[in-house]
């Protein structure tokens, strides 16, 4: 067996494993807020915890790489990742779970950095695509095992299963092939060289615009589907489950649209689709008619996504290592600061909060051509 898939096959692992508690926190806070006796808003402080540690900690992970092997570096980041899931499980103290909320987030924000860096550079252009979607399809199962599990088991087991298996990849990391897992020794790191290429900040600026609107409304799902509809654990979990399955069929439709009608078309069919389905969340519907809604705005942002990191993807390879930590800290960190904005407008009205994302959304369709260029030189 090709060695190269090996190292795929630890990179996936270690993305179901960031993945698995992400998506399913969102459906258990009602139930932690509960448990804990504390106020949803406070439950649902530990999404923003983590994404922004993640935002800001992915960028460390290039320069890191440049210096240190990716196999020790993954393995650290393994551990810690552990060691903040086992925090998590002090069940009488949110202060201690919002620690461990930050310490998961320095661990998860290495996968994604490190995987495209080795990825793009042990596999040729021809295989790349089908190598990354595998990559990225993975968080997919990660987030639907984790969702399955929030709808039949106490949400403390969300934490104790990732604390677990993080030990044991950590260990099943030494295992690993060292085809591309060393050091990237000789390259440099450099996000200001990396800022002065023509139409990156506008890139960055539309990702960041489009994942703070969007985590607006997405992370509070497991909160407006309690407060606003009053469904059970199982239904709201259900619910979650089908969006991420919607996700990952959005990501290819979004990848025939980017390679067929170009990279902006998709842009615009996405975040046509995200604002209007976002602001249809203001009536009030039945569980087949939701759960459309729900699947189709899922579908609106991974066709938007995917055009907009294809856009990103177009760049030279001399900016690799750079582009895949600024692609993870900026939706990450913008995500986390969304939902932290979005918080004191859901408490006061969801249905009014999610009308007027939407309609900021749709306002991105006329920035496309101003903030999402096509490129040439690649």
Same mark, same amino acid.
């Given at each position: 067996?090709?060695?190269?898939?090996?190292?795929?096959?630890?990179?996936?692992?270690?993305?179901?494993?960031?993945?698995?508690?992400?998506?399913?926190?969102?459906?258990?806070?009602?139930?932690?807020?509960?448990?804990?006796?504390?106020?949803?808003?406070?439950?649902?402080?530990?999404?923003?915890?983590?994404?922004?540690?993640?935002?800001?900690?992915?960028? +460390?992970?290039?320069?890191?790489?440049?210096?240190?092997?990716?196999?020790?570096?993954?393995?650290?980041?393994?551990?810690?990742?552990?060691?903040?899931?086992?925090?998590?499980?002090?069940?009488?103290?949110?202060?201690?779970?919002?620690?461990?909320?930050?310490?998961?987030?320095?661990?998860?924000?290495?996968?994604?950095?490190?995987?495209?860096?080795?990825?793009?550079?042990?596999?040729?252009?021809?295989?790349?695509?089908?190598?990354?979607?595998? +990559?990225?399809?993975?968080?997919?199962?990660?987030?639907?095992?984790?969702?399955?599990?929030?709808?039949?088991?106490?949400?403390?087991?969300?934490?104790?299963?990732?604390?677990?298996?993080?030990?044991?990849?950590?260990?099943?990391?030494?295992?690993?092939?060292?085809?591309?897992?060393?050091?990237?020794?000789?390259?440099?790191?450099?996000?200001?060289?990396?800022?002065?290429?023509?139409?990156?900040?506008?890139?960055?600026?539309?990702?960041?615009?489009?994942?703070?609107?969007?985590?607006?409304?997405?992370?509070?799902?497991?909160?407006?589907?309690?407060?606003?509809?009053?469904?059970?654990?199982?239904?709201?979990?259900?619910?979650?489950?089908?969006?991420?399955?919607?996700?990952?069929?959005?990501?290819?439709?979004?990848?025939?649209?980017?390679?067929?009608?170009?990279?902006?078309?998709?842009?615009?069919?996405?975040?046509?689709?995200?604002?209007?389905?976002?602001?249809?969340?203001?009536?009030?519907?039945?569980?087949?008619?939701?759960?459309?809604?729900?699947?189709?705005?899922?579908?609106?942002?991974?066709?938007?996504?995917?055009?907009?990191?294809?856009?990103?993807?177009?760049?030279?390879?001399?900016?690799?290592?750079?582009?895949?930590?600024?692609?993870?800290?900026?939706? +990450? +960190?913008?995500?986390?600061?969304?939902?932290?904005?979005?918080?004191?407008?859901?408490?006061?009205?969801?249905?009014?909060?999610?009308?007027?994302?939407?309609?900021?959304?749709?306002?991105?369709?006329?920035?496309?051509?101003?903030?999402?260029?096509?490129?040439?030189?690649?």
């Amino acid at each position: 067996m090709d060695r190269r898939y090996s190292v795929l096959f630890f990179f996936c692992a270690a993305s179901v494993l960031i993945s698995f508690n992400v998506s399913a926190l969102t459906a258990v806070v009602p139930a932690i807020s509960r448990s804990l006796n504390i106020s949803a808003n406070d439950a649902a402080s530990l999404i923003p915890y983590y994404m922004i540690p993640y935002g800001l900690c992915a960028l +460390f992970y290039a320069p890191l790489a440049s210096r240190f092997s990716i196999k020790h570096l993954m393995m650290t980041a393994c551990i810690l990742f552990a060691l903040g899931n086992a925090l998590s499980l002090a069940f009488d103290s949110l202060t201690v779970i919002l620690l461990g909320r930050v310490v998961a987030g320095f661990g998860a924000a290495a996968v994604t950095p490190l995987a495209l860096m080795t990825l793009g550079k042990i596999f040729e252009k021809d295989l790349r695509g089908r190598v990354l979607g595998a +990559f990225f399809s993975s968080s997919f199962l990660g987030a639907m095992l984790g969702l399955v599990l929030s709808g039949i088991a106490p949400w403390h087991w969300l934490f104790i299963v990732p604390a677990v298996l993080s030990v044991v990849l950590a260990i099943a990391f030494i295992f690993c092939p060292k085809e591309g897992m060393e050091a990237n020794t000789g390259v440099r790191v450099n996000y200001m060289d990396v800022f002065r290429v023509k139409g990156l900040r506008r890139i960055l600026v539309f990702i960041a615009l489009m994942s703070l609107l969007f985590h607006g409304v997405g992370k509070w799902y497991g909160v407006f589907l309690d407060k606003i509809y009053g469904y059970n654990q199982m239904t709201i979990s259900g619910l979650i489950i089908l969006t991420a399955l919607t996700a990952s069929i959005g990501q290819l439709i979004g990848g025939f649209i980017s390679d067929k009608y170009g990279r902006a078309m998709a842009c615009y069919v996405g975040i046509g689709i995200l604002s209007f389905f976002i602001m249809m969340l203001y009536g009030q519907y039945s569980l087949l008619n939701l759960a459309i809604i729900l699947s189709l705005i899922s579908i609106g942002w991974t066709i938007a996504h995917n055009g907009i990191s294809t856009i990103l993807a177009d760049f030279s390879s001399s900016y690799r290592a750079e582009l895949a930590a600024l692609n993870s800290s900026v939706r +990450f +960190f913008s995500g986390g600061i969304g939902f932290w904005i979005s918080g004191g407008f859901m408490q006061s009205n969801f249905k009014l909060s999610f009308l007027s994302i939407g309609a900021l959304m749709s306002l991105l369709v006329f920035l496309v051509p101003h903030l999402v260029i096509q490129r040439k030189d690649v």
